[in-house]
Each structure stands twice: as C-alpha cells, then as structure tokens.
C-alpha cells in the first residue's frame, strides 16, 4: 500500500511560478515511476509529467520548458516545479504512483490532488 500527499497548491497570477510537493509513505519509494497529472473541469485527465525509478523524465508538450519534475528517494517526496504559468495550467493536480501499471491512466496510487489557480 501507497498513501500520497500533495502540498503547495494555490492562487498564483499568470507569469509565476508554484513548487507542488507530494509525500510518499508505505511500500519503497524508489521502485515506483511517479507521476503529476491534473484534471480542469470539464476536461480529461492529463499526464504533466512523469519520472522513472532511474531518472528518466518526460513531459507534456504543453508544459515543457516551464514544469520540472524530480523526486528525492531519501526523503520519499516528488516535487513539480512550475514557472511561467498560464492561466490554462488551471486545474486540480494530482500525484500518482506506479509499480504494476494496472491502475487508472496506468498508475495505481492517487493522492487527493491539490488545486492551482492561475489568473490574469
């Protein structure tokens, strides 16, 4: 079992930056990919980033440039950078975990999201 928390959502004006956080606690950390996805109303569900056990990241093409991912296995976090946001990064945002790959979108642990507010 996987339990996830997300911190460091908020209100932010457009051209500024947030750092989202998500704490991991249970199984071992550092074998799972880790994932930030985020959900606007009305629309689907989207992969932001993603980073493997290894390292390797990728990145959706809307935020690239802008949004960095890393994790920290010593401290069991992953953080997503995000600089130059636009009022259309609006959304919930939510960490998720990976190991079998059997879960919804591919991940099969989900925090509770957390909410980011863009404005103009």
């Known amino acids: 079992q996987v339990q996830l928390v997300e911190s460091g959502g908020g209100l932010v004006q457009a051209g500024g930056s947030l750092r989202l956080s998500c704490a991991a606690s249970g199984r071992t950390f550092s074998n799972y990919r880790m994932g930030w996805f985020r959900q606007a109303p009305g629309k689907e569900r989207e992969l932001v980033a993603a980073i493997t056990s290894g390292g390797s990241t990728n990145y959706a093409d809307s935020v690239k440039g802008r949004f960095t991912i890393a994790r920290d296995n010593a401290k069991n976090t992953v953080a997503l950078q995000m600089n130059g946001l636009k009022p259309a990064d609006t959304a919930i945002y939510y960490c998720?975990?990976?190991?079998?790959?059997?879960?919804?979108?591919?991940?099969?642990?989900w925090g509770q999201g957390t909410q980011v507010t863009v404005s103009s």
């Open positions: 998720a975990a990976r190991l079998s790959g059997t879960g919804p979108y591919g991940y099969d642990y």
